[in-house]
């Protein structure tokens, strides 16, 4: 990673990340929970699978023989020993493949791409592309780091029970089999466990590496924060607008000479005066927020005159920004208030 890339991943990155089928995973995370979920299946159903086996086995024994020359009838009997293979078997297999497909979905966070699934020749040609030496080397520590722990778990299981191995000499089939079948299992847990683990280092592993790809610059994220969230300076004016039409905002009350009332809630902003200057109407609200405006001119010791015909009118006119009319002027000198201390609300 570049030294200058020190911002982090921003949301526009992640999503063009993720419409090309780029996310953190571990294929190594999502083999040993579907190795770990069907181990444990197999704990639960192993009696079953045993005796659908040793069935297959004993009834060509002690049965009667089946001879045909017959192909459907052959075809027919071997169907019924593979129904009678897999049927014991699916629950083991079906734990395996739905515990991967979970798994694998909880990394990607739900991501569902299959148009990514389609053959593409360019991913042969790799000369030039991909990973540093550097990089390659370090997965190459890794996987043989991998290696060496799990020989090392499968080592340990088989020297813990060791005193267990003697004993199988002496034991008749039966509980040799079934000896040797828990053994199996015990193996089974310790290396699905254990690759857990690894599959959990190497999905933070990855999830890093996945990090680090994703870094910007400053210029790049800024330019980020541009194309999806638009100019900062246009977003604060935009705010600054939202604020000042809701009431909220002091800036509406600046210059401002008298504050004229109406019905609803309409508020007027006149600044200009006292008639027969010239008055203009600098801004206007109404509703909740022409309420709320009101209480801030009162905080702000603005005269306020209840006119709502008056009001409407100004409201109504088609220039509002300009400044009044004679007429309006002319009512508005025999409601303006004599003193700016003077305060009379609606």
């Known amino acids: 990673m570049s030294e200058d890339r020190t911002q982090e991943p921003s949301k526009l990155r992640r999503q063009q990340a993720r419409e090309r089928g780029q996310v953190a995973h571990s294929a190594e995370l999502t083999g040993s929970v579907g190795l770990l979920a069907a181990v444990v299946m197999l704990g639960f ?12 086995l004993r009834e060509p024994l ?12 052959v075809v027919t009997r071997l169907r019924q020993l593979a129904v009678g293979v897999i049927w014991p078997i699916l629950p083991v297999v079906g734990s395996f493949v739905l515990a991967a497909i979970g798994a694998h979905q909880a990394q990607v966070q739900g991501l569902w791409a299959p ?37 090392a778990v499968a080592a340990w299981s088989i020297r813990l029970g060791w005193f267990d191995f003697q004993q199988f000499g002496a034991m008749d089939a039966p509980a040799l089999a079934r000896a040797v079948g828990g053994t199996l299992w015990l193996l089974a847990t310790w290396l699905a466990a254990a690759t857990l683990v690894l599959g959990l280092i190497d999905f933070a592993l990855q999830y890093r590496r996945y990090e ?12 980020d924060q541009r194309t999806a969230e638009g100019d900062p300076a246009l977003r604060s004016k935009r705010r600054r607008l939202v604020k000042a039409w809701r009431g909220d905002s002091p800036e509406l009350l600046a210059g401002a000479s008298l504050i004229l009332t109406g ?7 006149l600044a200009g005066g006292p008639p027969p200057r010239s008055v203009s109407l600098r801004s206007a609200v109404q509703g909740a927020s022409g309420l709320h405006l009101r209480l801030a001119a009162e905080a702000a010791k603005l005269p306020q005159v209840a006119a709502p015909d008056l009001a409407r009118r100004l409201i109504g006119r088609r220039a509002p920004a300009l400044p009044l009319p004679a007429e309006a002027l002319a009512e508005l000198a025999s409601i303006w208030p004599a003193d700016r201390s003077l305060n009379r609300p609606a």
């Open 263 to 269: 019905p609803s809630g309409l508020t007027l902003v």
């Open 115 to 151: 148009g990514l699934l389609a053959p593409d020749p360019t991913r042969l040609w790799t000369l030039g592309q991909g990973q540093g030496i550097v990089t390659r080397g370090g997965r190459g520590v890794w996987s043989l780091l991998k290696a060496v722990t799990i020989v």
């Open 212 to 223: 680090d790809l994703l870094r910007t610059t400053s210029e790049e994220h800024r330019e």
């Open 62 to 73: 002690v049965g009667t023989p089946i001879i045909s020359a017959d192909p459907s009838e």
């Open 45 to 56: 159903w192993g009696h079953e699978i045993t005796a659908a086996l040793v069935k297959l």
